[in-house]
């Protein structure tokens, strides 16, 4: 399974992280079909630089020509200029393997609740700041997203 495949290469590289978006929003209980897995980390260097590495280990590639100190160091030019929102990685190999990293968000700002998937423990966002998020985002599918988490509350 792919979701536990990036879980435990990021836990080996001893990353803080939430899931959040439409992978997020079902392991809470909503229905909610998504491929991408996304995910809230730190907003420091070393967290990018262990995120970076552990995505290559499992043979996702940067979508975009930048690194991981490329991504910090201009983090706000990005967001600001370029409205990048999220760093995309994808397997060359096997197209639907795509991890976003939301590089708007702090893991260290949030909520985590854990869910057990097939005996392994996962960290999500809470309902609250999935809720938040995606309000942010208000794009249709994110407006859906939240009418069903408000439900669960």
């Not at 809230?40 to 996702?60: D, M, P, R, Y």
Request: some cysteine.
């Amino acid at each position: 399974m792919f979701l536990l495949k990036v879980i435990n290469s990021l836990k080996k590289q001893h990353v803080s992280y939430a899931l959040v978006g439409g992978h997020a929003v079902a392991l809470h209980g909503a229905v909610r079909g998504t491929v991408d897995l996304d995910f809230v980390i730190q907003l420091n260097e070393k967290a990018f630089k262990s995120t970076e590495q552990a995505l290559l280990n499992i043979g996702l590639k940067s979508c975009l020509p930048v690194n991981a100190e490329n991504i910090f160091h201009f983090r706000e030019e990005y967001i600001k200029n370029r409205n990048l929102i999220a760093w995309s990685f994808s397997n060359p190999d096997n197209p639907i393997e795509v991890v976003g990293i939301i590089i708007i968000e702090d893991v260290k700002k949030m909520k985590i609740t854990n869910k057990k998937v097939l005996g392994t423990n996962v960290h999500l966002a809470s309902i609250t700041d999935l809720i938040s998020m995606k309000k942010k985002s208000n794009r249709p599918q994110d407006i859906e997203d939240v009418k069903a988490l408000e439900k669960l509350k």
